[in-house]
């Protein structure tokens, strides 16, 4: 027969086995809840015009791809899993931005090659016409610049395209239930105001975002981190 000392310590073994495999499976579910996806795009790396103008003199431009760099770190640091975003087409950005604001991003770089010998798309400071909408290319960058830095190279359309699909990949994540996530992406957005755009910004991710989830019945507030005022969101607000 078993002594008394060895059924407590295959007792007290069982048990220990038992509350191990509890707090495996309590830690499993605890990670499972605060995974994070976080919708990357690596097309965004290619937008990169070298410079700008800035008080009137061209300058480098200090928006970099490096930034997505750090983003990036920082958040697989954080414990994000990246995932590329699936596309959700022009029309949540449509439902924001201006179909003439839309169309020129999409067009104004080839055109201005047509008829300006240079390889970006940002010299000249706004000029608003009181006689209608300008139909040159370079009226029309001139038309949608809030500031001068604006700079477009051959694929800047392409890489705005899908940071926002990023944005809205997320918000649909959020209304399929998820309770945390993220977009990391670049070129920012806070500085576009639906048909103009200035600081290094094209298309507006946090609005079209907001905009996508508004029209499924989600209440939110924008928190806007930016050492910069989001005047564009503000605006489209």
Same mark, same amino acid.
């Given at each position: /027969?078993?002594?008394?000392?060895?059924? &407590?310590? $295959?007792?007290?073994k069982n048990y =220990?086995?038992?509350?191990?495999?509890?707090?495996?499976?309590?830690?499993?579910? !605890?990670? !499972?809840?605060?995974?994070? #996806? @976080?919708?990357?795009? =690596?097309?965004?790396?290619?937008? $990169?015009? *070298? +410079?700008?103008?800035?008080?009137? +003199?061209?300058?480098? *431009? /200090?928006?970099?791809? !490096?930034?997505?760099?750090?983003?990036?770190?920082?958040?697989?640091?954080?414990?994000?899993?990246?995932?590329?975003?699936?596309?959700?087409?022009?029309? /949540?950005?449509? #439902?924001?931005?201006?179909?003439?604001?839309? &169309?020129?991003?999409?067009?104004?770089f080839t055109r201005?090659?047509?008829?300006?010998?240079?390889?970006?798309?940002?010299?000249?400071? /706004?000029?608003?016409?009181?006689?209608?909408?300008?139909?040159?290319?370079?009226?029309?960058?001139?038309?949608?610049?809030?500031?001068?830095?604006?700079?477009?190279? *051959?694929?800047?359309?392409?890489?705005?395209?899908?940071?926002?699909?990023?944005?809205?990949?997320?918000?649909?994540?959020?209304? =399929?239930?998820?309770?945390?996530?993220?977009?990391?992406?670049?070129?920012?957005?806070?500085?576009?105001?639906?048909?103009? @755009?200035?600081?290094?910004?094209?298309?507006?991710?946090?609005?079209?975002?907001?905009?996508?989830?508004? *029209?499924?019945? @989600?209440?939110?507030?924008?928190? $806007?981190? $930016?050492?910069?005022?989001?005047?564009?969101?503000? #605006?489209?607000?």
């Amino acid at each position: /027969p078993r002594s008394f000392s060895s059924l &407590r310590n $295959d007792i007290k073994k069982n048990y =220990d086995l038992q509350r191990q495999k509890d707090t495996t499976s309590y830690l499993f579910q !605890k990670s !499972k809840e605060l995974f994070v #996806e @976080a919708f990357f795009n =690596d097309r965004q790396w290619s937008h $990169d015009p *070298k +410079q700008c103008v800035s008080s009137g +003199q061209m300058a480098d *431009k /200090p928006e970099q791809p !490096k930034r997505i760099e750090v983003l990036r770190k920082g958040a697989i640091n954080a414990g994000c899993s990246l995932k590329a975003p699936t596309e959700f087409g022009i029309v /949540p950005i449509s #439902e924001i931005l201006s179909p003439r604001y839309l &169309r020129c991003l999409q067009t104004v770089f080839t055109r201005w090659q047509e008829s300006v010998n240079t390889t970006e798309v940002s010299l000249y400071p /706004p000029v608003i016409t009181e006689d209608g909408y300008p139909q040159s290319a370079i009226g029309q960058a001139s038309f949608h610049q809030a500031d001068t830095s604006w700079p477009i190279g *051959k694929i800047t359309w392409s890489c705005a395209y899908w940071s926002v699909q990023s944005s809205i990949n997320l918000a649909q994540n959020m209304l =399929d239930g998820s309770q945390r996530g993220s977009a990391v992406f670049r070129p920012p957005g806070n500085h576009d105001f639906g048909e103009a @755009a200035g600081g290094f910004i094209f298309l507006n991710n946090s609005a079209i975002a907001v905009q996508y989830l508004s *029209k499924r019945g @989600a209440r939110l507030a924008i928190l $806007d981190i $930016d050492v910069h005022h989001g005047n564009g969101t503000q #605006e489209i607000d």
